[in-house]
């Protein structure tokens, strides 16, 4: 139907005749002249329909914005004067000869032009949304992304294998999406997600190296880099250790920054254990461009008369650490009590802080109503800890461990993102050395921090039993700007350690047989030492596009609420469907009267 695309004619095809298909960008009427911006998926092209054409000026005089159109015509200069330098067909312009609408439109819900379309709207109206430039863009980066690595694991001689998306129920750390099954009545199989186990199999099947692009699917709440289903290269290798996967992955992430935006990543990137990144910036995933770490001051606060400060101090499960903030005297109080309701999100109770002045002359140099409480001795520690100068604040966080963390890791990235303290430039990180398990004192139970599968550092099934607090996994953790491209370990490929770990996480042998007695028994058969790694592709994509929410990058996204505006999905199914499935709606109860 076309012989050239919109955006790809300049002055080489002057005076050649050519045919075009696509959108009305916008119209214009000049002085009885007709000017039309055709866009497809390379860009525009301005149409000139000429008056001395009657029939084609006519039916151009019906255009509206993306009316849907097959033109032929003749490349010409533009005239002196009108020439765009911003466009690539900018110095050209094409004289219709002939026109025919394919399509007409009503008037769309939004101009694609447009910059500040809600969000509802943008979903609602995908399909629509999809003809911005940005959105073509952004998939059409993802697309060339996505064939770089299956290129790079081709070349490796790994192996593309499809797995089952209709499996079982798996405790993977967040709620399954239930299938349920008509030929099973009272069934149901879990949508996957990941394909953990079966790509565990596929190594014990010999298959030696693995990747998919794999769907997956989790029922939890979501933000901005979450969504109920998403995408992820997911890779296994066999007879391999975890400097082996680092190595082949950080290469290949390294090859993919290189080519497709011309950035060159450090070699090798660094690494973190777990508990430094905790202690020094209360995050598994920290973001290096921000200089700001957290500073421990627990041991300073054991003796001083500030319960605040002093209960945390004092107990086993308590942290008490201070964030300096470069600057932040100018902080007035409204900002202060915005971040004050900040880290309430985590946990927090509150937010004292400390303004220096001068730091030279204390404690008169210090700004704050926690400063009668500390004693000189531990004002200067406190200074001296933190680095902190003239015109610096001082934000502290007295709570359990784990709200610290969350609370102050936040507000640093909060703050450095307020005060324009982010640098720029690309951050990549190892962290590595992840704790086992990690104690639910709700549940009275012990939780595998990534999954039941990890190798632990100890081989001994009865060592893990015995101190699973003081067990570390095999595990990794690529991080890029403060957001974890990708998770994995070394797994469990013996079968008495792999029972011992379920036992550990709670699971007897009876639950363990009933869920993973087709693992176990793959382990029996001669399981290959193995391990592997995923990579989200959404985030990877997001990161690469300098988006801010992985729904810029995927075609069809859910809401927050996990529904779809464009199609109404989830929707009702009728009775039949339900009886088919041996299932029937539950009336709720009335509520009683008051």
Known sequence: MRTHLCGVVTTEHLDSDIVFCGWVHRRRDHGGVIFVDLRDHTGLVQIVFDPDRAEIFAMAEQLRNEFVLRVTGRVRHRPEGTINPEMP??????????????????????????TDVSEENRMRYRYVDLRRDDMQQRMRKRASIIGELRRHLDEQDFVDVETPVLTRATPE??????????THAGSFFALPQSPQLFKQLLMMGGMDRYYQIARCFRDEDLRADRQPEFSQLDIEMAFVTEEDIMQMTENMVR?????????????PFPRMPYAEAMKRYGSDKPDLRVAMELTEMSDLMTSVDFKVFSGPANNDDGRVAALCVPGGNALTRKEIDGYTEFVGRYGAKGLAYIKCNSVNSLPDGLQSPIVKFFDQAVLEQIIQRTGAKDGDLIFFGADTESVVNDALGALRLEVAKDMKLVSEGWQPLWVVDFPMFEYDKRDKRWQAIHHPFTAPSTSDPAELKANPGSALSRAYDMVLNGTELGGGSIRIHDRELQQAALEVLGIDEQEAEEKFGFLLNALK???PPHGGIAFGMDRLVMLMTDTSSIRDVMAFPKTQSASCLLTSAPGNVSERQMRELALRHRKQAKPEPA
């Open 255 to 267: 090859k993919l920054f290189a080519n497709q935006l011309d950035i060159e990543l450090p070699d």
């Open 89 to 114: 067909t900018g110095e050209v312009e094409v004289l219709a000869t002939d026109l025919e609408i394919l399509n007409r439109a009503d008037t769309p819900p939004f101009q694609l032009d447009d």
């Open 525 to 527: 058969y001669g399981a």
């Open 173 to 182: 750390g967040a709620r399954d999406y239930l299938v349920p099954s008509r």
